[in-house]
């Protein structure tokens, strides 16, 4: 059982906007910063939005992130096939002092 | 070009012990904290433990505490983890992981490629 709540799955056919929940607790997400990370099936994550809303270098603009509370969300726009990739969430935790991930959604582009 | 290289991988027994080892290049490690994280077979992204650029705070999940020390050679641009009393539940990909600053910054910047940990009699 994850610290942070994501769907298993979700989907969606190309050109659409899909977005991806991840719901956690004030100790995670309602007092820090949430990550997300793509990972295409048997690569190595990657960084896809930091600081909630930020994206790395390369990252299109397609992909945006927002927070609100103790949940936040991933959205997707222009759904193009290599989107096709686990997406995770992750914060720190003040009560564990530790990170936390969310247990991941498998996007599916139809 | 920052790259992260994980090493030291292997089959273990249940109770035996391993030794990571991650190698960096491409940036000033010494200034930089940085994390494992591990991925079971089919399973989602687990962090394991942190540590801060010049190894004044290192931190571990609850289900390696105790069993697990993290460690770094600032000199030789490597970081290490260390493993110990190994468990069925422990095989895994672990992931070397770049911090985006000296812990304060997002997790994950840069990954290694992992190393593949299979604990089993």
């Known amino acids: 059982q994850s610290v942070l709540t994501q769907p298993p799955s979700a989907s969606g056919t190309p050109g659409q906007r899909v977005t991806i929940s991840c719901s956690g607790r004030?100790?995670?997400?309602?007092?820090?910063?949430v990550n997300w990370y793509q990972q295409v099936s048997g690569a190595a994550p990657k960084l896809l939005i930091y600081?909630?809303?930020q994206r790395p270098s390369g990252v299109p603009d397609r992909f945006s992130g927002s927070k609100s509370g103790t949940s936040a969300s991933l959205a997707i726009s222009g759904l193009q096939s290599e989107d096709e990739a686990d997406y995770y969430c992750a914060a720190w935790d003040v009560s564990l002092n530790g990170w936390v991930f969310g247990g991941g959604t498998k996007l599916t582009v139809l | 070009e920052v790259q992260l290289v994980e090493s030291g991988g292997g089959l273990v027994k249940p109770g035996g012990s391993l030794r990571l080892s991650c190698a960096a290049s491409g940036f000033t490690f010494s200034t930089y904290a940085m994390h494992w994280v591990r991925q079971a077979p089919g399973r989602g992204l687990e962090w394991v433990s942190s540590t801060t650029a010049s190894s004044s705070y290192r931190f571990y999940a609850d289900s390696v505490k105790g069993r697990f020390t993290i460690s770094r050679d600032n000199a030789r641009n490597s970081l290490y983890l260390q493993i110990n009393s190994l468990r069925d539940e422990d095989t895994a990909v672990y992931y070397c992981?770049?911090?985006?600053?000296?812990?304060?910054?997002?997790?994950?910047?840069?990954w290694g490629q992992g190393t593949l940990v299979t604990v089993s009699s």
């Open positions: 992981a770049r911090d985006s600053g000296d812990f304060g910054g997002a997790l994950g910047d840069y």
């Open positions: 004030s100790s995670n997400i309602g007092s820090k910063v």
């Open positions: 600081s909630n809303n």
